[in-house]
C-alpha cells in the first residue's frame, strides 16, 4: 500500500476521488530544517472579543493615523484604544465601504446604491461635496483623494490636502480600452485602475494643471470580478481576476496564485470579498465569498479554507491593525475582535477543524487498514474542555460516503503520552 500523503492544504476540486487533501480552519506550517516532521497542521487563530459595536454587520475598518474608524450597520464610529464609541454620522446602504484618508480627513465610498461619497472633517460628516459625482471606490495619493466615477471610465480628483472641494475640471479616462474602471489601488505610488476586463497604470508627474499621467505601457489585459476583493498585502496586490482566478500582481503582471480546486469552489460564487492579516509570520489573504470562505497563506503559499460554527462561510469580512493590534470586524455582527492562536472558539463558538487527506492509492489490490494514528499535542485538555476530542469517519468510494464516526481523547490536562489510534481493520480497493 502507498503511504499516506500529508495534508499540506485544501485540494478537494471537482472529482472526489481523485481530489487532494481537505483543511478546513486549519493550515500547514513547513518545518524551518530541525523538526521531527516536514510540516505541521496547526488551528487557525480563535477571535477575542474587543467590542461589541452594534447588533448590525461591520462595513468597513481603517486606520487613520493612529485612531480607528469604522463603519457598522448605517454609522460611522471612531473607535478608542479602549473600545469607546464616537459617532460621526450616517453612511448609507448596507454592503461594504471602502475607506482612505489624508491625515486629517477620511474619505467614505457607500450610499443606498454603492455610489456616495463622504468625508469626516474635524468631527462633521459631509455627504457627496460639491461637485462631486456619484463614486464607486476611493483611494489617496500624494495629497489628493482620488475616485472613481461609478458606471464609467473616469475618476476624479480632490483639491490638494483637501477632500471637500472639487473641480469640474479635474477629471481623467482610463481610455486604454473601454471597460468600466470598478476599481483603484495605490500601490508604490502608482495609480492602479481595475477595470472590468483590464488594469492600467497612473503615476504623479507634477502636472501642475492634472497631476497624474498613464505610465508608458503600463496597461493589462486582465480585469478584475469583484471591487472588493482587491487588497494590498506582502508589497503586492491581490485580486480576483475577471476570469475568477486569484492574481498576486508581480510588477506589472498578474501571476496566478489560485489551484484548480480552489477556481472550481470560487466559479460559483456571486460576490468576493477579501481581507488580510498577519500573524506570527502568516500573512494570510481571506476571500470571503456567499459559497465559502479561503485562506492563501504568502508564507507556504498553500490555502485552505475558513468556516464558522453554522455558516457556510467565516463570519470575519474586514481587518486592520492599529492600537498595536490587529482588530477583525464581523461580518453578521457589530462585533471587533482580535484574532489569538491561544484561542480555541470565536468569541465563545466552536470552531469546527477537519482534515481530510488525499486517497490512499492500492493499484487496485485489495488493502486492509489495521491501525491509523493520528500524532498530534496531546494532554492540552482545559477547564472548559477537560477531555478534547477527535473524530474520524473513513470512506472506500472516493469520498462519496463515510463510516460512522469513531471518537477518541486527546489526553485530558498532562496526560502528554495519550496516543490517539484508531483499529477500523477495513478493506478497501483504490486505484492509484
Known sequence: ?????????????????????????????????DKAATFAVMAVPGLVLFKDAAAAPVRGLHRMVNALYAVIGS????????GDLTAYGTIGGTGPVRMADNGTQL???????????????????????????????????????????????????????????????????VEGDPDNVIGVVNSHRELGFFGTGTLEIWYDSGNADFPF???????????CIDRDSMVKMDNSVFFVGDDRVVYRLDGYTPVRVS???????????????????????????????DVGSFGYDVATGLWHERKSFGKDNYRVGCSVTVYGRTILGDSYTGKLYTPSL?????????????????????????????????????????????????????????????????????GRVGEYLTRAIWRPNVEFRQSP
Open 1 to 33: 500500500m502507498r503511504q499516506l500523503a500529508p495534508a499540506l492544504q485544501q485540494s478537494q476540486g471537482r472529482s472526489l476521488p481523485w481530489s487532494g487533501a481537505t483543511l478546513i480552519n486549519c493550515f500547514a506550517e513547513r518545518s524551518e530544517g
Open 75 to 82: 454609522q460611522l464610529y471612531g473607535v478608542a484604544s479602549n
Open 107 to 173: 474619505a467614505i465610498q457607500g450610499g443606498p446604491l454603492g455610489q456616495t461619497g463622504y468625508v469626516l472633517d474635524t468631527g462633521t460628516l459631509y455627504t457627496q461635496p460639491t461637485n462631486l459625482p456619484p463614486v464607486s471606490d476611493v483611494t489617496y495619493m500624494d495629497g489628493y483623494f482620488i475616485w472613481t466615477v461609478y458606471n464609467s471610465d473616469q475618476f476624479v480628483i480632490s483639491a490638494l490636502l483637501d477632500g471637500l472641494t472639487y473641480d469640474p475640471l479635474d477629471v481623467a479616462t
Open 213 to 223: 499621467e498613464r505610465s508608458g505601457n503600463a496597461f493589462i489585459e486582465r480585469g
Open 259 to 289: 489551484t484548480h480546486p480552489i477556481e472550481f469552489r470560487l466559479a460559483s460564487a456571486s460576490w468576493y470579498r477579501g481581507f488580510t492579516y498577519s500573524l506570527e509570520g502568516h500573512k494570510t489573504y481571506i476571500i470571503n465569498t
Open 342 to 410: 491561544d484561542e480555541y472558539t470565536e468569541n465563545g463558538e466552536l470552531i469546527p477543524l477537519e482534515i481530510g487527506l488525499p486517497t490512499i492509492a492500492g493499484n487496485r489490490e485489495r488493502q486492509t487498514l489495521y491501525a491509523f494514528e493520528v500524532y498530534c499535542e496531546t494532554g492540552v485538555g482545559n477547564p472548559d474542555v477537560p477531555d478534547p476530542q477527535m473524530v474520524m469517519t473513513y470512506s472506500k468510494d472516493g469520498g462519496r460516503t463515510y463510516s460512522n464516526e469513531m471518537w477518541r481523547s486527546m
